[in-house]
């Protein structure tokens, strides 16, 4: 039976880990971990090998935060925020800076639905002049009110099309890296 040597995730306390025996327990925090035998072709979900978690040390200790998550959800197959979690705690117990998203700072989020509002609210006037000023004012009434009402939807549609496809983009599944 090999011991190894390993530091706990959420606490930083040295761990005694066998292998072979799956779960350990932090003695000091209670934080409960999973690691496997570096054995070939034994993958299962949720376990991370004591090479690929010294990797992911490795990572956070260079700044590389979003490669050492990437690489612990491929590891274990933990969802993002489990990854991210994890990853968090690992650079916590090792003293580093966690890295924080940038957030847009609320009054500019309010202004610019405020101005997203305003535009819905103000289309209909913007239709009706548009239409006047390219018919040299001979459009009809069925043709305003038409422009009237297609302007805001068009632009509600847009709008949501817009954000639909940012977040579509934003979160797409990453393309598996080619063989070479």
């Known amino acids: 039976m090999v011991v190894e040597t390993n530091r706990c995730p959420n606490c930083g306390s040295s761990l005694q880990t066998v ?21 070939p072709g034994k993958a299962e979900p949720d376990l991370i090998t ?35 979690d994890a990853v968090d705690a690992m650079a916590k117990g090792a003293g580093i800076e966690v890295p924080q998203p940038k957030l847009w ?17 103000f289309s ?17 009434g069925a043709a305003i009110e038409s422009a009237r009402v297609a302007l805001p939807i068009t632009i509600v549609f847009v709008s949501l099309g817009l954000l639909i496809f940012r977040l579509a983009k934003k979160h797409r599944s990453p393309k598996p890296a080619s063989k070479t």
Not at 21 to 37: A, F, K, N, S
Not at 105 to 121: E, M, N, S, T, Y
Not at 126 to 136: D, G, K
Request: with cysteine; glycine share 10%.
């Open 124 to 140: 209909p006037r913007i239709a009706e002049w548009l239409l006047m000023r390219l018919s040299n004012g001979s459009a009809s």
């Open 19 to 39: 292998s072979g025996t799956g779960r350990i327990t932090c003695g000091y925090c209670g934080t409960e971990l999973t690691i496997r035998d570096d054995e």
């Open 50 to 84: 004591s090479e690929n978690l010294e990797r992911v040390r490795t990572m956070i200790a260079g700044g590389e935060y979003v490669e050492a998550i990437k690489l612990y959800r491929e590891s274990t197959g933990a969802s993002l925020k489990d990854a991210k």
């Open 105 to 121: 700072p609320c009054p500019v989020i309010i202004a610019l639905f405020a101005a997203w509002i305003a535009l819905v609210g």
